[in-house]
């Protein structure tokens, strides 16, 4: 029996098991039910007494030697055949989409670099506003229409009534309250309005606030800043048009058109056959809101702007239902890869 033990043992470690196939017919010849070892196991009861534990020693050795030679080549091969796979260098790779950018992110991020090269800073501030912030400090009387619940977004948070910012204007005060002039800075966000959601009005769009304070700036400073924009922003060929308007935050005021560049101006159905498209408000800052932010304005002036940036990625894009850029279509989204 000793003999036997010895000679299986022998054939164990010298047994090569090269793949999965000779692994398992291993396992079934040495290991299994009705296996090698488990047969001499069973020849135990016809040795002599005396003998019996020294064998059973023997037995359980081989036992053990036969399960760590089939444990240690099951691991080697599996992880050979990893690594086999990892060398696989004809298997074709997996395709990785490239995403694409926001076309709002691609239209924010031009505007301002464009106003960072004639020196704009960036500044952001809160969407959920205070009254102060978003009315008071910018002029607008008590019972002026947009603060009504028809345009404005109110939201009770503790014991302040707050609202969604209807407008960037927001920042140009926290802005003036935290900083000294000169000011020059650009605010992009997002603002809330109370509309019913369709192609040319929705209940958020996004903003861009400019605001320049420093001793004697002038509304020609104001239209030269406009026009460096629109022409950086649409080509060489782009004209600006300004129309009286009002605000409560600026005096004067006005809104500016940009040569519709769809049509060149000849007119089409997206300027209405003007030639001509709305794309921002402006103005000079009134004394009052440069006073109530501790500005002196007898010895400051200034000039504030906010444009939509959903118009000028419309006229960008060719873009015309708003609610286009909140939809997260892949097909819509995908189209705008490779901007900057
Ligand atoms: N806040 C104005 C709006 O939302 C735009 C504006 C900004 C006008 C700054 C004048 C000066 O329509």
Same mark, same amino acid.
């Given at each position: ?21 000779? #692994? ?6 040495? =290991? ?14 016809? +040795?002599? %007494?005396? /003998?019996?534990? $020294?064998?059973?020693? =023997? #037995? ?6 036969? /399960? ?7 691991? $080697?091969? @599996? ?10 260098? *004809? ?12 076309? #709002? ?28 912030? %978003? ?16 345009? &404005? ?12 910012? &209807?407008?960037?204007?927001? @920042?140009? +005060?926290?802005?003036? $309250? ?15 309005? %109370? ?12 903003? @861009? ?15 030269? &800043? ?37 049509? %060149? ?23 009052? @809101? ?23 990625? /419309? ?8 609610? #286009?850029? *909140? ?14």
């Amino acid at each position: 029996m000793k003999e036997k033990i010895d000679e299986i043992k022998q054939k164990i470690v010298a047994s090569t098991i090269q793949n999965g196939e000779e #692994l398992e017919s291993f396992r079934i010849k040495y =290991l299994g039910s009705k296996g090698i070892i488990k047969d001499l196991f069973s020849g135990l009861k016809e +040795v002599a %007494n005396e /003998q019996k534990r $020294e064998v059973g020693q =023997l #037995l359980n050795g081989l036992r053990t030697l036969a /399960q760590e030679k089939f444990d240690s080549r099951k691991e $080697e091969l @599996v992880s050979e055949d990893g690594e086999a796979s990892k060398l696989d260098v *004809s298997r074709p790779g997996d395709p990785i989409e490239i995403g694409a950018r926001h076309p #709002l992110s691609l239209v924010r991020s031009e505007i301002i670099e464009i106003f960072s090269r004639i020196g704009f800073s960036v500044s952001e501030g809160p969407e959920i506003e205070d009254d102060w912030h %978003n009315f008071s400090a910018l002029n607008f009387p008590p019972e002026h229409p947009a603060r009504d619940m028809q345009d &404005t977004f109110f939201i009770e948070k503790g014991e302040k009534e707050m609202a969604l910012r &209807t407008h960037t204007s927001s @920042v140009q +005060v926290r802005v003036m $309250e935290n900083e000294k002039p000169p000011i020059r800075t650009i605010s992009p966000g997002r603002v809330y309005r %109370n509309e019913a959601i369709s192609a040319r009005a929705h209940c958020f769009f996004h903003q @861009v606030e400019g605001l320049y304070i420093d001793k004697d700036v002038s509304f020609a400073d104001l239209k030269q &800043t406009l026009l460096y924009f629109a022409k950086e922003m649409f080509g060489e060929k782009a004209q600006i048009r300004l129309r009286p308007s009002y605000f409560p935050f600026t005096e004067p005021s006005a809104e500016v058109d940009i040569s519709c560049t769809i049509c %060149n101006s000849k007119g089409c159905n997206v300027c209405k056959y003007t030639g001509w498209l709305e794309i921002l408000g402006c103005g000079m800052v009134d004394p009052n @809101v440069l006073e109530g932010s501790n500005i002196d304005s007898k010895e400051y002036s200034g000039f504030a702007f906010g444009m939509g940036v959903e118009r000028i990625a /419309q006229l960008k894009y060719r873009v015309n239902d708003l609610r #286009l850029y *909140s939809e997260n279509d892949v097909r819509f989204l995908k189209q705008f890869k490779g901007g900057i």
